[in-house]
């Protein structure tokens, strides 16, 4: 489309936008009414709370396009993306008329709470189909009661009995619009609007980061309690929620955590991040033992759950995949529990606090250490590497494939390296204050061969488990790991932590040198080549991937 094009499309949209919630189609319900309604579709648990079954149940990221300006628009768009762009005037055109006609609800919410960065929105929900009103329910149990006084800042119009074949995602960051068509997973409906957010934090001087946050508290070698605040990066299915939502074991005299955030953040010059939800959107894969807190809170009447197992007499089946591998939840912040989370959902400027934690959470098989401690510029190249594995949230097809994703947030809108530059300076502007560190929550020693056949696992990799992993998290906090030089990525690793077994992940246990060597090129010959395609990005920042 041409810009011209788009501009119209953009007062097409707007003008719908202004006046569709006035319509005589259009109904308003109370909180009340609406959580009736929607639990009319639902499973009733074992704990009162409900379950909901949905069509879809991953995001269609592949289906999704941002339409405005050329600074918005996707860089490298596929040929089903380029389709969906072309044909967006007459989409639009249809869907409008549609909404003419089909019933619909709106429904009002306010993200963030600070005088800042605070935003209306607005979904406007077809329920044609009767079971559809759970969505809007679901989602609003994520954000805050409306604000009075303020104007429409963000709108979702949401249709998900549109044509099954014709499934998209219709995204204008500039005028703060988003359409849904054809699919009633939830993750649509958080995801456009905080994906809209951190497209406009940019734009006022923030950086919006797909990162979880909390305060540790910890005491150090000298026995002084000292406060950081911490920011947990990773892709969904990585263990983001689960290690922001965990104490770690800081459980001495003064120790513990204040949980802030689980999913995303503003983070803004000074070191604060402000936060935008009350509800965490979570995988239900847990369980009482690796993830107490969390479990707790799935217990409660007010959390609510996406296409996870109950049996004929109400009981949850947390681990059950039957349905999916992709069981989604919300939780209540609250019912974490007021030993664990903080009073207020933004994190405080660096200078309020004894320094900031930065943690890049990815998941490796191979040689990648379970613990890196990076300089900064190895941690900003680590966040636009954005190193995993594929989970069924973005694509069940294409489950535990590596995946690379900057800043692990497959929402950036604009350019990708534009982010790693201004999350260098910030670093920069802080210095000794930012501690960063590379966790990996998978595990080391798989061994994979090449067959006419494809691709085998000879070796099963080693995992590192949950408690490990908080151990490590723990003594980051406290001070206490002993590191060493790490010979093939350049990278300080843990030599002791107290409560792990850190020879279980000597890669001499599972490979030769030779194979260590092969892998660990092979890595860094991809991550050149990945990091080099973006155009711009500090040169300083390559040369870490380079060495």
Not at 153 to 174: S, T
Not at 206 to 217: E, P, Q
Not at 244 to 270: A, P, S, Y
Not at 510 to 537: D, H, P, T, W
């Amino acid at each position: 489309m041409e810009q011209a094009d788009i501009e119209r499309l953009h007062q097409e949209v707007m003008t719908l936008v202004r006046g569709l919630e006035r319509q005589s189609n259009v109904s308003h319900p109370t909180p009340e009414e609406l959580r009736k309604t929607a639990e009319q579709s639902g499973i009733l648990t074992e704990f009162g709370n409900y379950v909901f079954i949905s069509t879809v149940r991953n995001r269609s990221a592949g289906l999704t396009v941002y339409i405005g300006s050329p600074e918005v628009m996707l860089p490298d768009p596929s040929e089903k993306q380029k389709a969906i762009i072309k044909n967006a005037p007459k989409t639009i055109e249809s869907v409008h008329e549609y909404l003419k006609k089909a019933p619909l609800i709106c429904v009002k919410r306010t993200m963030c709470t600070n005088p800042h960065f605070t935003h209306n929105c607005t979904m406007l929900l077809s329920v044609q189909r009767k079971d559809s009103a759970r969505i809007a329910y679901m989602w609003s149990t994520l954000l805050f009661e409306p604000k009075k006084g303020k104007g429409l800042d963000f709108c979702l119009i949401y249709v998900p009995e549109w044509h099954e074949k014709d499934r998209q995602i219709l995204v204008f960051p500039e005028i703060g619009v988003t359409y849904v068509l054809g699919t009633d997973y939830l993750g649509e409906a958080k995801k456009a609007f905080l994906r809209l957010a951190m497209w406009h934090a940019k734009q006022k001087g923030m950086l919006g980061l797909h990162a979880g946050a909390k305060i540790l508290r910890a005491r150090d070698n000298t026995g002084k309690i000292r406060r950081y605040g911490a920011l947990l990066f990773g892709l969904s299915g990585t263990g983001k929620t689960t290690h922001t939502c965990h104490d770690h074991g800081l459980n001495g005299e003064g120790e513990g955590i204040e949980i802030i955030q689980d999913d995303v953040v503003f983070l803004r010059q000074d070191g604060s991040a402000l936060g935008p939800e009350r509800g965490f959107f979570l995988k239900t894969d847990i369980d009482p033992l690796n993830h107490p807190l969390i479990h707790n809170a799935a217990t409660k009447r007010d959390a609510v759950f996406e296409n996870v197992m109950v049996d004929h007499r109400g009981k949850v089946h947390f681990l059950d995949e039957t349905l999916t591998g992709n069981g989604r939840g919300v939780i209540q912040r609250a019912d974490l529990g007021d030993k664990h989370v903080c009073p207020s959902i933004d994190l405080p400027p660096i200078n309020k606090l004894d320094g900031m934690i930065v943690l890049f959470i990815t998941r490796r098989n191979t040689v990648v250490p379970i613990a890196s401690k990076l300089t900064h510029e190895q941690a900003v190249a680590a966040f636009m590497l954005g190193e995993s594995i594929e989970t069924t949230a973005s694509d069940p097809r294409r489950a535990g494939e590596s995946v690379r994703v900057v800043g692990t947030n497959p929402f950036i809108i604009g350019d990708e390296a534009e982010e790693g530059n201004i999350f260098y300076e910030f670093l920069k502007r802080h210095g000794d204050k930012v501690q960063c560190y590379l966790l990996n929550t998978g595990g080391v020693g798989e061994i994979m061969e090449k067959s006419e056949e494809g691709v085998t696992i000879k070796q099963k990799v080693t995992r590192v488990e949950i408690p490990e992993m908080a151990a490590i998290v723990r003594g980051i906090a406290r001070g206490s790991i002993e590191w060493t030089h790490e010979p093939y990525f350049g990278v300080q690793t843990p030599e002791k932590v107290e409560g792990v077994d850190i020879s279980r992940f000597d890669l001499t246990r599972f490979y030769s040198e030779a194979q260590i060597g092969a892998y660990v090129n092979q890595l860094k010959r991809e991550r050149m080549e990945y990091i080099k395609k973006f155009v711009g990005l500090d040169a300083a920042i390559v040369n870490a991937v380079r060495c």
